[in-house]
């Protein structure tokens, strides 16, 4: 299957929703169009759960705000809904922009439940704000017109409102694609690869989140307007649970999925209300929750990926063509080899009573291979968070490139030009390995969110795929491209970390323990890969225990034991040290 | 607002706010031992009273049907289990926990209704007939996912609880009830009228907490409970299951929340949708104590308590907003608080 087939797949899709209401029962173009309002919501939750890995109970809370909103101006003030539109839209934004920079510094469940709260708290406010009708609701919504032509009957919005799934689909998708998207389908999984890479999580999390409350305002809008009388019930805490359960059983993460959910929780929903009362008389308003809510439980439990995701392993693969030749991507100005590029002063890290790095200072020069060794618990690993901003020195200062960074955030450090690979490989699994690597050159790009939805980045986008697939070839995974990063064994997913660094155009590149679990083979082709980086005049900082690998590698070494610095030299004066061979072999008996 | 009206209003809270702190316990309980964010018990707490009520009325309460479709529900997904893990001698345990014994307890109150027992009966019956409910809950819909991260489960804990109030109100009908008060004794406490009830729910809560303590210091199923609270695999190496250890947090979970109901059911009408709110206010102090401390969920339970009651004198309608706003200063606390530790864990 080739790009073109996709793309005609989805223009039958378009004619085949155009002609529907011509067909369809005045009652199915209704429910049509119930699906539709749904699917903008479930596919901002989308975008938000299973994109950004951010559950959210509340989003029902937003079409409320929205719908409110236009009902307020339109109903009770007399002006027109295009006028509730920009209102609504502006307020949702403004209020999820609020509680997002309140709330999404929160971690995992902390942050979901701080949506079931606001989800709460919003929905009761429906219900007892004053000259917002109370829980009568507000009546008599005029109907949206374009022009003078008002669309009154269900047959007349629908096109209106799928138009609108259409646009907000493409846009979703063309953005996934984009550098922004990239880094939001990279959030999931943890902030530290992604601040390591140059990228503010939390603006990228706020950013989701108010899209993902923008197309629920789109929602709310439509949704005020169509059936012209709101009342709190639709936008109360049991409904965001239901939005969430539709971008679930679509598939989350999956934009296309957000449709596929609405439409079947929603016709799911009014075939259990046909068939319900035939199986018990007189009671199927109660057991059609209970109904509902066990199937939801049940498809939490065995088929937790959803349809999309399901249905697309059985369709042919998407054939991609390999990124074609493009201008680089502009790079760095790289200093001078054998000049002073990061000195570390004095530093010390203590957890509680433990000092894990005790006055360590040292240099790393540019062009030179620097390894940082010692035992177990020398505290490398923790003098290596400290230089990267994943943690904080207590004391001392480190200076890169001639400018101190003790105190500077990963992601400000990161784009200084220090770029790192993880101990414990940190790859984004369900991404292919050029779109790993790409994700290295989220800080050399510049492409927005508008730019990234309407395309209109694409002499950037081209250089960065070009960029990427060039960094792979260096590594020498460049045959594979589009094999997703999870399918490498874990030799090679070391290797592409490395190639993901060096996407970052970086002037120095660390490397935490590059060498532990590889197998020897592997070891040796590390080992020539870095040499041939270091041909290339890149400054490398290693923090690995493999004595063997570390001493036919680099230049200089120093040694850490029980968080001091032992003694720093080149490899053949480190390994005939006394001190040194008392520290990993234990004193001579 | 003159100290009269304060002194009301604070001792009127402290009582609301213990029984948030039974249930609110039975909170933590649960998701230490379970890491399941069992929303679904204030609805135990509702049923509780809405069978306290039936019996009352000399009605069979419909927790017995219920208990009893759980019960079947439960050994039909635990033989399936059994039979695809090979293990059928297990099966006579099985069908005794999961089926005799609930259907036993559900039979027992059936009989003991023919006599029209006095109150102290009516109220351990109720207590007997709501503890089943929540461990064969556990049975049929977490222990399938109990690896799960936390987020999946709170997911099905929300959608449980959607379903036990469509049950509640098959079972139990749209009525609210309102029980006899467990006490007419009344006194003047610093110039303020306490309620026998009030006091009664305050020294419950403080009853239970205590037990609870000397439970979990004093015995070794406690201590096994605490063990699979901080490590499921390594308590799992020692010879406890996690399973049953999760039976066990949900009984006494049940129970803290069933006496809540009872103690409940005199002061405000019960609904069987009254669950929800009281589970989410519960759910409010549990995370004042961080999901994990006893004491702090029973303390920030209190509070939201009073903070509620205060809330309800300034403004009726919007004293549900007031306690659920407070909720994201409060998360955003907690979650300051528990950077530290998460740092830690990654080095």
């Known amino acids: 299957m080739t790009r073109f087939h996709v793309q005609l797949a989805a223009i039958a899709a378009v004619v085949c929703l155009a002609l529907a209401p011509f067909v369809l029962s005045p009652f199915s173009i209704t429910l049509m169009n119930y699906i539709g309002i749904y699917s903008l919501v479930a596919i901002g939750l989308a975008l938000l759960t299973g994109v950004g890995g951010i559950v959210s109970f509340g989003q029902a809370a937003f079409v409320g705000v929205a719908a409110y909103a236009t009902a307020w101006v339109s109903a009770l003030n007399g002006y027109s809904p295009w006028l509730g539109l920009v209102f609504g839209v502006v307020l949702t934004c403004a209020v999820a922009a609020i509680l997002g920079v309140v709330t999404l510094r929160l971690q995992g469940h902390f942050l979901s439940l701080s949506t079931v709260a606001w989800g709460l708290a919003i929905g009761f406010l429906f219900g007892n704000v004053e000259g917002l009708g109370r829980f009568n609701g507000i009546s008599s919504i005029p109907p949206i017109s374009i022009g003078s032509f008002a669309l009154v009957s269900s047959a007349q919005i629908y096109f209106l409102i799928w138009g609108i799934v259409a646009a907000v689909l493409l846009l979703g998708y063309n953005l996934l694609d984009s550098r922004l998207g990239r880094a939001m389908r990279a959030l999931r999984g943890g902030n530290t690869l992604v601040e390591s890479l140059g990228i503010n999580a939390f603006r990228i999390k706020l950013v989701t989140f108010v899209i993902a409350a923008a197309l629920a305002s789109l929602s709310g809008w439509l949704y005020a307007h169509m059936s012209r009388f709101i009342s709190p019930g639709p936008f109360d805490a049991g409904m965001g649970i239901e939005y969430l359960m539709m971008s679930m059983v679509g598939g989350a993460g999956s934009l296309l999925g957000g449709v596929v959910g609405a439409a079947v929780v929603t016709l799911l929903k009014n075939s259990v209300q046909d068939y319900l009362p035939l199986i018990a008389k007189g009671a199927s308003g109660q057991l059609e929750i209970v109904a509902f809510s066990a199937l939801f439980i049940l498809f939490l439990q065995w088929a937790r990926q959803g349809i999309v995701p399901f249905v697309a392993r059985y369709l042919p693969k998407i054939r991609r063509e390999r990124p074609q030749p493009a201008p680089p991507l502009p790079r760095r100005a790289q200093p001078a080899p054998g000049e002073l590029l990061l000195k570390v002063e004095g530093a010390e890290r203590r957890f509680g009573g433990l000092v894990a790095v005790n006055n360590v200072s040292f240099e790393v020069r540019s062009g030179e291979i620097l390894a940082v060794i010692g035992p177990n618990g020398a505290g490398k690993s923790t003098m290596f968070n400290c230089l990267t901003g994943a943690l904080r020195v207590n004391k001392g200062e480190v200076v890169f490139a001639g400018r101190p960074i003790t105190r500077d955030a990963q992601s400000r450090i990161a784009r200084a030009g220090i770029a790192r690979t993880f101990q414990h490989v940190k790859l984004r699994p369900r991404m292919s390995l050029l779109e790993n690597v790409m994700l290295g050159t989220y800080a050399r790009t510049r492409t927005g969110l508008l730019a990234g939805a309407f395309r209109l980045n694409r002499h950037e986008e081209a250089s960065t795929r070009h960029e990427a697939l060039m960094q792979l070839e260096r590594v020498g995974l460049g045959d594979k491209p589009f094999e997703l990063a999870g399918n490498l064994p874990l030799g090679n997913q070391r290797i592409l970390e490395i190639a993901r660094a060096l996407a970052a155009d970086p002037t120095l590149l660390v490397l935490d323990e590059p060498a532990a679990g590889l197998r020897r083979q592997e070891k040796l082709r590390l080992a020539e890969l870095l040499r041939t980086l270091r041909a290339d005049n890149l400054t490398i900082l290693i923090v690995e225990h493999d004595m063997e690998f570390v001493m036919s590698l680099v230049d200089r070494i120093v040694v850490l034991d029980f968080g001091s610095k032992l003694c720093e030299g080149a490899p053949a004066a480190i390994r005939s040290d006394e001190r040194v061979q008392e520290a990993y072999l234990g004193g001579v008996a | 607002m003159t100290s009269d009206i304060a002194a009301i209003l604070g001792i009127d809270g402290i009582a609301t706010g213990a029984v948030y702190a039974l249930v609110a316990i039975g909170t933590v309980l649960i998701f230490t031992v379970t890491r399941v964010i069992f929303i679904p018990f204030g609805d135990i707490a509702a049923f509780t009273a809405l069978t306290l009520a039936a019996l ?61 027992p006095p109150l102290v009966v009516r109220l351990v019956l109720a207590l007997m007939l709501i503890t089943p409910i929540a461990p064969l809950l556990d049975r049929i819909v977490f222990r399938p996912i109990a690896d799960g991260s936390v ?197």
């Open chain 2, 151 to 347: 987020l999946l489960l709170l997911t099905v804990s929300v959608a449980l609880h959607y379903a036990l109030v469509g049950l509640g109100l098959l079972f139990f009908g749209p009525e609210g009830v309102r029980t006899e008060p467990l006490t007419s004794f009344s006194t003047e406490f610093a110039g303020v009228l306490v309620s026998g009830q009030t006091m009664l729910i305050v020294i419950a809560a403080l009853l239970f907490s205590g037990l609870l303590y000397l439970f979990f210091d004093f015995t070794l199923v406690g201590k096994s409970l605490r063990a699979t609270a901080v490590n499921r695999t390594g308590s799992r190496l020692m010879g406890i299951r996690p399973a049953r250890a999760g039976t066990i947090a949900y009984l006494l979970g049940s129970l803290m929340a069933g006496v809540s109901g009872i103690l409940i059911a005199p002061v405000n009408t019960v609904f069987y949708d009254s669950g929800f709110l009281i589970g989410l206010k519960a759910f409010v102090g549990a995370i004042v104590g961080g999901m994990t401390s006893y004491p702090g969920a029973a303390i920030g339970a209190v509070g939201v308590g009073i903070l509620e009651s205060f809330a309800s004198f300034e403004s009726s309608a919007l004293k549900d907003v007031i306690v659920f706003s407070l909720l994201i200063p409060i998360l955003i606390w907690r979650s300051l608080a528990s950077l530290h530790s998460e740092e830690e864990i990654e080095e």
């Open chain 2, 56 to 116: 009352d009325a000399k009605r069979f309460p419909g927790t017995g049907s219920l208990v009893v479709v759980l019960a079947c529900l439960a050994t039909l997904i635990e033989i399936l289990s059994l039979l695809r893990a090979g293990e059928l001698r297990l099966l006579p345990r099985a069908l005794l926990f999961y089926l005799v014994l609930p259907l036993a307890v559900v039979g027992a109150a059936w009989l003991t209704m023919r006599i029209e």
